[in-house]
């Protein structure tokens, strides 16, 4: 079965039937003239001809009162103030979004897989937002290996993966001298002689900033200043039990934090919500702010894991994935990615190898 796909729609009240099946395309044209700052490129980008984005464009200014698009001659095209607001809107609904339609598409496409009288079980796998593990989801998709993703917090992960409500709980560890406290929420649900871990990747974590960081937010001591707008990660994720650890080390006080409260999903609308222009800073992952055109201050390193039962190990789908981690075309996908380590993708690792003060 092709992988089933649930996406928002803009729909506003009264408007022309005509452009409401066009907004789609005319956020995607919006957007392609802010990255590309050219009418003629954005066209080749959302693959539409010259004339059709003139008229789109005028049926836009028709239905918004006012043009989205600025024209220079000479200087190509930029988006004026409302042209740019949809295309924020648009990218952090989608980024907040994500995870919950995409939810909801997998529960979907399993019941409607669970009709067929062929259906093979697929592999049940909870994990912590992250862009590797979207990778890997996509592979063994690519392989025709069939697998159910949902996003949940590091520790929810494991705790389905030790309950057995899924097969494989990916999660993230800090490296170096915040590891035990980034570790101790685990240490209930370990279980060493029949879990077992499989090595993803490294990653860094900090602090994503816009571009040219106005604000000058070098370290997590300068989110509790004066005029530093914030955006965290929800209550319960393990990045931002990373940036509460980080404040412990620090000394400092979360309530000094201007805009701590507020808080989303994923990496990508954190990064949105920074690159909207409504927070100066957020903490996440490196590809995150890379991808939305942010700066990236690094604070810390982290492993990610695979964890699963012992027994699981030696099962079709797992020894797939597992050689899919351990492939040079994975390993060279994931390290283009600015942030991400993934040489020992596929590493086959015990509860104490990985973490020798468990041993102890």
Not at 24 to 30: G, K, V, Y
Not at 198 to 217: H, K
Request: net charge neutral; proline share 4%.
């Amino acid at each position: 079965m092709n992988r089933l796909e649930i996406t928002p729609q803009w729909r506003f009240q009264g408007q022309d039937p005509k452009l409401q099946q066009q907004m789609p395309l005319l956020l995607a044209l919006l957007a392609s003239i802010h990255d590309q700052g050219s009418l003629q490129r954005a066209c080749v980008a959302a693959d539409v001809s010259y004339r059709y984005a003139w008229g789109l464009l005028r049926d836009a200014t028709r239905l918004f009162g006012v043009p989205l698009v600025h024209f220079s001659r000479g200087q190509g095209a930029t988006l004026t103030t409302i042209g740019e607001r949809l295309v924020w809107a648009d990218r952090r609904i989608r980024a907040r979004l994500s995870p919950v339609l995409e939810g909801l598409a997998v529960e979907l496409a399993a019941e409607l897989e669970r009709a067929r009288a062929d259906a093979r079980t697929p592999v049940r796998l909870h994990a912590s937002h992250g862009y590797a593990i979207v990778a890997l989801r996509d592979a063994m998709a690519a392989q025709e290996i069939p697998v159910e993703l949902q996003f949940r917090t590091s520790v929810e992960a494991y705790a389905s993966m030790d309950r057995g409500t899924c097969d494989v709980a990916g999660f993230h560890v800090a490296t170096g001298e915040l590891e035990a406290a980034t570790l101790e929420p685990f240490r209930r649900l370990f279980k060493p002689d029949s879990h077992a871990l499989i090595a993803l990747t490294t990653r860094r974590q900090g602090l994503m900033v816009t571009r040219g960081n106005p604000a000058s937010v070098l370290a997590v001591q300068d989110l509790a200043r004066a005029h530093v707008r914030f955006v965290n990660r929800q209550a319960g994720s393990g990045t931002r039990a990373l940036l509460d650890a980080l404040l412990a080390r620090d000394g400092i006080d979360s309530r000094a934090i201007a805009g701590y409260e507020v808080s989303e999903l994923t990496h990508d609308a954190v990064a949105a919500y920074v690159a909207s222009g409504m927070a100066d800073a957020g903490f996440g992952i490196e590809p995150a702010a890379r991808q939305f055109g942010l700066d990236f201050v690094p604070l810390v390193t982290e492993r990610y894991f695979l964890a699963c039962r012992t027994s699981a190990l030696g099962t079709e789908p797992v020894r797939r994935a597992v050689a899919i981690l351990r492939s040079h075309a994975f390993r060279a996908h994931l390290n283009d990615r600015r942030g991400l380590d993934s040489i020992d993708a596929g590493t086959l690792l015990s509860l104490t190898e990985a973490f020798p003060v468990l041993a102890g």
